[in-house]
């Protein structure tokens, strides 16, 4: 069964980081770009980082850049979202999703639509 597993969630002092994990299971994620999206309380899901499948491009929403860090490691088996300089409004539920891209190429996409495989989600408190 081809499944996405997020780890690495919790609750944090506003200022403070977190790193979540995305990790496969049944696949590994070499010819996918992979995104992480989050919904807050009351408010659209938003895109917020992606990595292309090749590893060499990554995509950022304006609300969290030059805070996230997404990476993925070369065995192509896990991604992570590092985070710093939390703030109260990054508080939600974080899910990472992979899309087929069929090869190594620099896409990257911040909405969900492309995305095939979606994880179940880990949650993410920042306290003020």
């Known amino acids: 069964q081809m499944q996405l597993v997020e780890s690495g969630g919790g609750l944090v002092h506003a200022g403070g980081s977190l790193t979540l994990s995305c990790a496969a299971s049944?696949?590994?994620?070499?010819?996918?770009?992979i995104g992480w999206f989050r919904r807050a309380p009351g408010r659209e899901r938003e895109g917020i980082a992606c990595?292309?499948?090749?590893?060499?491009?990554?995509t950022y929403a304006d609300s969290v850049k030059g805070r996230f860090t997404i990476s993925r490691d070369t065995a192509k088996t896990t991604v992570t979202l590092q985070m710093n300089g939390l703030r109260s409004e990054d508080t939600g539920t974080y899910y990472c999703?992979?899309?087929?891209?069929?090869?190594?190429?620099?896409?990257?996409?911040?909405?969900?639509?492309?995305?095939?495989?979606w994880g179940q989600g880990t949650q993410v408190t920042i306290s003020s």
């Open positions: 999703a992979a899309w087929y891209v069929e090869r190594l190429t620099g896409f990257t996409r911040l909405t969900p639509e492309p995305y095939h495989y």
């Open positions: 990595i292309s499948s090749s590893g060499g491009s990554t």
């Open positions: 049944g696949f590994d994620l070499e010819y996918y770009a």
